[in-house]
């Protein structure tokens, strides 16, 4: 009888892979994990108890076929387990690596909630994906037979590439436009390489391209093209812009030099780690080196601009929240992360105003945490008297993202928003009020993560499918 590759949990500890040491990784912009070695990753997917109600894959966006592919790795059937894997998910290697798993899958592990600690399913899921582009076993796209119907994909991110990667399966002609000259939105220019290396992206972007997927980059609809001339040169439209308007901070001199959206240092960050002549972190405005950073914020971008301001030499680096750290939207394990690396928090403070301009200091509050609002989280409140100032020669703001006005910018009519200005959307197809024309990911949701973006675009490729009368499933081939 062959030996029981699973349920390994009470014998075998959970074990990440190795992490470099704080005083290596921050300075570089290299990935912090190591690769499993293959017996570790199979040792590791045998702690999955196979439990008969999968929480793990009921609380991934994708319902990513999870305890399956676990146990084919456990078994050593590890092209299956690939095969399994991308059946439900377009980008695994990326999901495994930038997904917050504390919050998604592995925070929601059977064998977690009983003290055994919860199996690495990120990592495991980076190996599988990164071991099948190692062996070959990922092929170019090639339609079974071609369509003549065109799709125009309005924004290269997780959730655009995703409807390009299956309709262009599917037989039909994809032409992807963006505004950036690289494709794949805050992929590759708002997340840094300690969490997602760029060759990563590359390697998709290189796999669409060579499939037959046409992108048209540096190109800003309602500039360069109008959307009504998209629209009538295509048989359906895709907007998938993402949010990229940064919430702004209020106080007596926040419009002072010094002062800089996370988006902006972000992107800046990411161009000199493709080679590329950026100005503005030349010239020190969105570079951290020698400076005394603070970051106001509490999400991962907020985690992402900290740990990339420790890798450009900060002289110190704090995040100021105003809540307290069980409260902040951003992953546990970035927190962690970052204070290995360096990184001070300072809990329940709001920034009031700035001092200098070129700015020499944050004016801060102190704040404590009050009644619970409408969602059931603490309000944040003033303490009177508290104020300091806390000295910074750079200010981040990372407050989060919102919709750009598209029907203005685009001079659109017919196609209706809501409230917060997001895109409205039919659920689970992406379809708008305008005929013909779907819209998914953060321009539909909000801010959100790119897992759903990638749920997003699959869905609304099915759909889209479905409109130009094909069926969803020839997508899958």
């Known amino acids: 009888m062959a030996k029981q590759p699973m349920l390994k949990f009470v014998t075998v500890e959970r074990d990440m892979p190795e992490k470099r040491v704080p005083e290596l990784r921050r300075t570089d912009f290299h990935e912090i994990y190591a690769e499993y070695a293959h017996a570790k990753a199979a040792e590791q997917a045998g702690r999955c108890s196979q439990c008969g109600v999968p929480f793990c894959q009921s609380h991934c966006p994708l319902h990513n076929n999870i305890p399956d592919w676990l146990n084919l790795t456990a078994s050593g059937r590890l092209e299956e387990a690939y095969e399994v894997s991308q059946a439900t998910n377009t980008f695994p290697e990326i999901c495994g690596r930038i997904c917050p798993q504390d919050r998604l899958c592995e925070g929601n592990c059977v064998i977690e909630q009983s003290g055994h600690g919860t199996v690495t399913i990120g990592q495991i899921e980076k190996y599988i994906t990164d071991t099948a582009w190692e062996e070959g076993w990922i092929k170019p796209i090639q339609p079974a037979r071609e369509r003549p119907e065109s799709v125009g994909i309005i924004g290269a991110g997780p959730g655009g590439l995703a409807a390009a990667d299956m309709l262009r399966r599917a037989g039909l002609q994809v032409t992807v436009y963006d505004r950036h000259d690289r494709a794949g939105g805050l992929m590759t220019y708002g997340i840094p390489g300690f969490k997602l290396e760029k060759e990563v992206v590359m390697r998709r972007n290189r796999q669409l391209e060579e499939g037959g997927v046409e992108f048209v980059l540096n190109c800003n609809v309602g500039e360069d093209i109008s959307f009504d001339a998209i629209r009538g040169k295509h048989d359906a439209v895709l907007i998938a812009t993402g949010v990229y308007k940064s919430r702004e901070l209020q106080g007596p001199g926040s419009g002072a030099r010094g002062i800089v959206r996370a988006i902006d240092y972000l992107t800046a960050s990411n161009r000199k780690s493709f080679g590329d002549e950026v100005e503005e972190f030349e010239d020190g405005t969105l570079n951290a080196e020698g400076k005394r950073v603070v970051v106001i914020g509490g999400g991962d971008t907020a985690m992402d601009c900290v740990r990339t301001a420790i890798r450009q030499g900060a002289t110190s680096v704090k995040c100021l929240y105003r809540r307290d750290r069980a409260n902040m939207p951003g992953s546990q394990r970035e927190v962690t992360n970052a204070e290995e690396e360096g990184v001070e928090f300072d809990w329940l403070t709001l920034p009031k105003g700035f001092k200098g301009d070129p700015v020499e200091g944050v004016i801060v509050q102190k704040m404590r945490l009050g009644h619970p609002d409408a969602s059931g989280r603490q309000t944040p409140e003033v303490i009177e008297g508290s ?61 959100s993560l790119v897992v759903w973006a990638i749920r997003d675009g699959r869905d609304a490729a099915g759909a889209i499918l479905s409109y130009l009368g094909g069926t969803a499933q020839v997508a899958a081939e």
Do not use: C, M, N, Q
Not at 394 to 405: H, M
Not at 421 to 439: H, I, N, P
């Open 387 to 447: 104020d300091y100032t806390e000295p910074a020669d750079l200010v981040i703001k990372a407050l989060g993202f919102e919709p750009e006005d598209l029907v203005e910018d685009w001079d659109v009519g017919g196609l209706d928003v809501t409230r917060w200005g997001t895109v409205r959307a039919e659920y689970g197809t992406g379809s708008t009020t305008l005929d013909g024309v779907f819209a998914v990911g953060d321009i539909v949701r909000g801010a």
